[in-house]
C-alpha cells in the first residue's frame, strides 16, 4: 500500500515535470520560483526542527553500555564505547557520524529449531548505509561544479578521485554506480524482507524512491541524453549569485531532476531525513556517562518541601516519647 | 531551550557550510563560460557551422569525438558524414582544430569553468596557438 502510493507519486512527479519543462509558463516556476522557495523552508524548517528538539531537557545520560564505564583504577575502561569526558564523547560522535558505529553493532536475530534463539552477522545494512550516504555527499560535492564560479581545489579533487577509472567518455564516476547499488539494496530490503515490509511506511519508501529518481535523471543527463551544460552552468550560477535567468535549451531530463531535488529538500524537514540533525542530538550518543562522578539535576524538578526523620523528630518527639516508641535522638 | 552554547554555534556552521555556494562568488562578476568561438578560420567560413548543429555540439561532442575514435581506431574508417549529408575528415587535429584554431581560448575556457580537463593531450597535439 504505502509501496504502491510513494511509487505513483514519485512517477507523477516526473510526469508533472517533464510536462512542465516544454510550458514557457511553467519554466520560471520549476526553475526559479520553486528552487528559492525551496531553500527557504529547508533552511528555516530544519532550524525550526532543531529549536523545538532543544526544548527538551536532557537531565540525565543514558548509558547505553556497549564497553565498560569508567570505574576503579584496575578496571579498563571503554573510553570511546562508554566516554566519561568530553573527548571520549568527541570521539564517539565522529565515529557514529562518519562511520555509523552503532550500525555496525546491527544483528539478525532468528528464531531455529530448539527452539534456539540465535543473534548473526548483519552487515549488509551498515555496508549499503555508509556507502549510499558517502556517495551523497561525493556527488554533492562534485555538484559544486555547477553553481560556483573559480572551482575549489577541494571540488577538483574529488572529481578527479571519483572519476580515476577513466572509463568512457564522459567519464563514469565511481560514486554515481556505488550510489545506485546501494539504494537499490536499501529499497529491495524493505520489500524482500517480511518483517521490514511489514514495519515499512510509505515515509520509508518515498525518500529512497526519490533518490532513486534523482539519481536516474542525473545519470540519464550525464551518460545518455546529454544536456548542455554550459548552460546548466550559467543558470545555476545565476541562481546563486541571486539574479536568476531562466535556462534555455537545456532537455526536459534536466527540469525532471531539479524539480525531484526541489521537492525531496522540502520535504526534508518535515520528515525522518531529518536524522541529519538529529544524529547531532542523539543523547545516548552525545553525553558522557559520568552519572556516578557528577550530580546531574533535573531542570523540571517540582520544588518538594522536605520534611526529614530528624525534623519530624523534633515536631513529634515528645508525642512518641510519651507513647513509648523509640528516638533516633536517645540512641546515639 | 537547552544546550543553546552548542546548538546554535552547530546551527551557524551548518548554515554558513550549506550556504557556501551563495557567499563563495559574492562579488565576482567575471562572465560564466566566456569562451570565443570567433577564430580566423570561422570568419572565413561561408556558413558557420560546426560538424553538427550547434545544440548538439554543446551537449556531446565528446559523445562525437568518443565515436571518432573508435571509428578509426577500431574500424579504420576516417570520413565522417554528417546528419546534414557533409562528410568531414576524421580528426581531431585536422579537423576540429582546423576551424578551431583557439583551443586556449575555445576549448579550454569553458572547460575549465566546468572543471572538465581532457587526458588527449598527452598524445594528440594542440593547435600551434595554444602552445606558447
Ligand atoms: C543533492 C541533490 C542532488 C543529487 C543527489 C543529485 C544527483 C545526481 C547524480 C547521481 C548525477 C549523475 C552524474 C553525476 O554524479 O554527476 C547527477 C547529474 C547531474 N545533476 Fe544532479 N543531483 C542533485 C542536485 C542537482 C541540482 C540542484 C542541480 C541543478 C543545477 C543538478 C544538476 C545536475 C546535472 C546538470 C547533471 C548532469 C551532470 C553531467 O552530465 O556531468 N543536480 N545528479
Known sequence: MGLKASLIIVLSLVALASAGAGVSFFQPLLAVVIPYMVL???????????????????????PTTAGQQKSFSWLKANKLDNP??????IGRMLL???????????????LRKGPKLTYGWEKWLWLAGLLFHWSFLVVAIRHLRFFIQPIPALVRFTEGLDGFLQLGLPTVYITDVLLVLAVTYLFLRRIVIPQLRYISLPADYFPLLMILGIAFSGITMRYFLRVDLGAVKEFAVSLAMFSPKVPEGIGAVFYVHLFLVSVLFIYFSFSKLMHMGGVFLSPTRNLANNNRAKRHINPWNYPVDVHSYAEYEMEFGNKMKGAGLPLEKEEQ | MYDAGKIIPGLIIFLILITFPLWYSLGQSAPVLGYQVETPEIEQLEEKECVESVSYMRASHMRLLDDWRNEVVRNSRRTYINNAGKTYEISLEATCFGCHTNKADFCDTCHSSLNVEPDCWNCHSEPKESQL
Do not use: M, Y
Open chain 1, 84 to 89: 566519561s569526558n568530553t573527548a571520549g564523547v
Open chain 1, 96 to 110: 557514529e557520524i562518519l562511520l555509523f558505529r552503532s550500525l555496525f553493532r546491527n544483528t539478525k536475530a532468528e
Open chain 1, 40 to 62: 527557504a523552508v529547508f533552511l528555516v524548517g530544519l532550524c525550526w526542527r532543531v529549536f523545538k528538539w532543544a526544548q527538551a531537557p536532557v537531565p540525565f545520560r543514558i
